[in-house]
C-alpha cells in the first residue's frame, strides 16, 4: 500500500483544536487611590497569601478550593493559571477584592494561551532567562 501523496492539492488535511485546559492571567497588585502608597514587590507568598484572600471572599470555602499555580512574579505583576472552567470565578473574585491598605487586584491580560498574554515584546523580556 502507497502513501498518499499529501502535496496533492486534492488532500484535505484538518486538524481539531480541542478546549485549552487552562487559563491564565496577568495579574498587579495596585492601590485604589493613586494618594496612596504604592505597594512593595510581591514574592511569590505574599501573592498567594492575596489570592487565596480574594477567592475566598467572593466564594468562600469552595474559592480557596481552586487550583491556582503562580507562574511568575515579578515586581507587584503575577502571572497565574487556573483550570478553564473556573475562568468566571477566577476573574469575578480577583476583580471584586479590595484588600486591607486599599489594595486591589489589577487584570493586565487574560486568556486561554499563554503565548498570547507574553506575545509582546515588553512581556517576552519577562520571561527570558538572565544571567
Same mark, same amino acid.
Given at each position: 500500500m502507497t502513501k498518499p501523496d499529501v502535496s496533492s492539492p486534492d488532500q484535505n488535511q484538518s486538524f481539531t483544536l480541542w *478546549?485549552?485546559?487552562?487559563?491564565?492571567?496577568?495579574?498587579?497588585?495596585?492601590?485604589?487611590?493613586a494618594t496612596s502608597q504604592a505597594?512593595? &514587590?510581591? &514574592?511569590?507568598?505574599?501573592?498567594?497569601?492575596?489570592?487565596?484572600?480574594?477567592?475566598?471572599q467572593y466564594l468562600g470555602l469552595s474559592g480557596t478550593a481552586i487550583s491556582v499555580d503562580i507562574l511568575k512574579v515579578e515586581g507587584r505583576d503575577v502571572w497565574i493559571r487556573a483550570p478553564s472552567e473556573d475562568e468566571v470565578a477566577v476573574t469575578a473574585s480577583l476583580s471584586q477584592w479590595i484588600g486591607s *491598605?486599599?489594595?486591589?487586584?489589577?487584570?493586565?491580560?487574560?486568556?486561554?494561551?499563554?503565548?498570547?498574554?507574553?506575545?509582546?515584546?515588553?512581556?517576552?523580556k519577562l520571561w527570558t532567562l538572565e544571567n
Open positions: *478546549k485549552a485546559p487552562f487559563s491564565y492571567f496577568h495579574l498587579s497588585l495596585r492601590p485604589l487611590v505597594p512593595l &514587590d510581591l &514574592d511569590e507568598i505574599s501573592a498567594r497569601a492575596y489570592l487565596t484572600l480574594a477567592l475566598q *491598605k486599599d489594595l486591589a487586584w489589577r487584570i493586565q491580560q487574560r486568556g486561554a494561551w499563554l503565548g498570547a498574554l507574553v506575545g509582546n515584546t515588553n512581556a517576552q
